[in-house]
T-cell receptor, first 110, second 112 residues
Framework: GQQLNQSPQSMFIQEGEDVSMNCTSS?????WLWYKQEPGEGPVLLIA?????ELTSNGRLTAQFGITRKDSFLNISASIPSDVGIYFC??????????FGTGTSLTVIP | DVKVTQSSRYLVKRTGEKVFLECVQD?????MFWYRQDPGLGLRLIYF???????EKGDIPEGYSVSREKKERFSLILESASTNQTSMYLC???????????FGSGTRLTVV
């Protein structure tokens, strides 16, 4: 199946720094989902977006649904060590299946 | 919150064994999915089901089958396990009204 283009592939940042990552698609989506996955665990839903231009926050996390409906962004402010993990985006296609981003691996250096 | 429960966190099986991976969700969701996750390959869809006794092949169904006898339970079956089926297996269910996909904790399967 199709994969969404997600960048960057990995990030190494100092504790306290802000983080930005994004996903792009060649197709228009009506929903964008952002997940975090820690080693050995299943992905956990962080934020769901439903409208173009929508900006939604969950604590220090903020995600935006791009105006073109072909992209989405996730920002993490003031990173802390427990933010470590792999973040990926997902979007449903018309067949009730999902496309997934390739993932951004985040390492936070204390 | 939706709870998706996978029966085993870790499994070690021998080549040729028949393997059952069980998944249960508690929110009456119609759509359920089985993925495998491998480094560098991301999440790949094996099978999905949009209702009881209904199933559809995903991108990589070969070597797998599924069973959905009850709405809350979606089972993945490896008919004859092979070493290339060593992977992390993730079950998920989808909420129809919001489109949100919730995952289980995963089963790390090793076939030796």
């Amino acid at each position: 199946g199709q994969q969404l283009n997600q960048s960057p592939q990995s990030m190494f940042i100092q504790e306290g720094e802000d983080v930005s990552m994004n996903c792009t698609s060649s197709s228009i989506f009506n929903t964008w989902l952002w997940y975090k996955q820690e080693p050995g665990e299943g992905p956990v839903l962080l934020i769901a977006l439903y409208k173009a231009g929508e900006l939604t926050s969950n604590g220090r996390l903020t995600a935006q649904f791009g105006i073109t409906r072909k992209d989405s962004f996730l920002n993490i402010s003031a990173s802390i060590p427990s933010d470590v993990g792999i973040y990926f985006c997902a979007g449903p296609n018309t067949g009730n299946q999902f496309y997934f981003g390739t993932g951004t691996s985040l390492t936070v250096i204390p | 919150d939706v709870k998706v429960t996978q029966s085993s966190r870790y499994l070690v099986k021998r080549t040729g064994e028949k393997v059952f991976l069980e998944c249960v969700q508690d929110m009456d969701h119609e759509n359920m999915f089985w993925y495998r996750q491998d480094p560098g390959l991301g999440l790949r869809l094996i099978y999905f089901s949009y209702d009881v006794k209904m199933k559809e092949k995903g991108d990589i169904p070969e070597g797998y089958s599924v069973s959905r006898e009850k709405k809350e339970r979606f089972s993945l079956i490896l008919e004859s396990a092979s070493t290339n089926q060593t992977s992390m297996y993730l079950c998920a269910s989808r909420e129809h009204s919001t489109g949100r996909l919730s995952f289980g904790s995963g089963t790390r399967l090793t076939v030796v």
